[in-house]
């Protein structure tokens, strides 16, 4: 299998394209800067991640930006602090200032000279649209949770996607699904037969951040620490 045998690549965003850490991190402060004993950034990440998966759970229609207000309540209520409503309707605001990795635009730019590129994000389109302008490049097909009604690790979710890009001409085998996450995106890959490449941001921390633990670790078929790794990767390939 060679990077130039795909037609398309499909992303996850938040995580992979979006340091969504870095994000969550900083809007969370108003709350960690209150906590009594303070907690390391990977245990603040890793309480994220537990009540927003289970929140995604419990209200799969509910959009991003209002999903993440409850989880903050749930944090405050977690760690013992009053919030107010208005304060956690202002972190679900915050995922427009969450910045994009250094290398993401570039390297999306060039892919785009050989791929066509789609979005697969458990996020709203208000606030994957203020993403999208960091990300400086026009994906051929954006699928937010918003509009499909359920968040991944869903297999509704991939489902949808494969049947919508059937309709842009790109088949199953002609799909790499490109994700950092390996509950949301990788184990699901797997399930419905998609080669799928890692994009491993925490190659230097322990632990899953902000993604719950996959369980059983998924396979893969490419591993990459960076975008840009992947585009150098792809320049090789080419070459070779």
């Known amino acids: 299998m060679k990077l130039t045998d795909f037609k ?9 394209l979006i340091d969504w850490e870095t994000g ?49 309540k749930r944090l405050a209520e977690e760690w013992g602090l009053a919030v107010t409503w208005d304060e956690c309707v202002a972190y ?12 993401s635009a570039g390297a999306l730019q060039y ?8 979005i697969l ?8 649209a203020a993403s999208n302008e960091k990300l400086q490049v026009e994906f051929d097909a954006i699928y937010t ?27 199953k085998h002609e799909i790499l699904h490109t994700a950092e996450s390996m509950f949301h995106d990788h184990g699901p890959a797997n399930r419905h037969g998609l080669a799928s490449c890692w994009i491993y941001r925490r190659y230097d921390q322990d632990g899953f951040g902000a993604t719950m633990h996959p369980g059983d670790m998924p396979k893969y078929d490419f591993r990459f ?16």
Not at 41 to 63: F, I
Request: aromatic share 10%; charged share 25%.
């Open 8 to 16: 398309a690549l499909t992303f996850d965003c938040y995580g992979t």
């Open 24 to 72: 969550m991190f900083e809007g969370l402060k108003p709350l960690t800067g209150r906590l009594a004993t303070p907690l390391t950034r990977d245990q603040v990440l890793e309480a994220h991640a537990r009540h927003e998966s289970s929140q995604q759970l419990q209200t799969p229609a509910k959009n991003y930006r209002d999903l993440l207000p409850i989880v903050y």
């Open 92 to 103: 679900g605001q915050s995922v427009k200032n969450w910045p994009a990795f250094t290398d």
């Open 111 to 118: 892919l785009k000279r050989h791929y066509k590129l789609v």
């Open 121 to 128: 994000s458990n996020v709203d389109d208000e606030s994957f």
């Open 145 to 171: 949770a918003e509009d499909i009604g359920s968040y991944k690790p869903s297999d509704r979710n991939f489902e949808y996607m494969l049947k919508k890009l059937e309709t842009l001409g790109i088949q």
């Open 225 to 240: 620490n960076s975008m840009a790794d992947l585009a150098k990767a792809h320049q090789e390939a080419l070459r070779g």
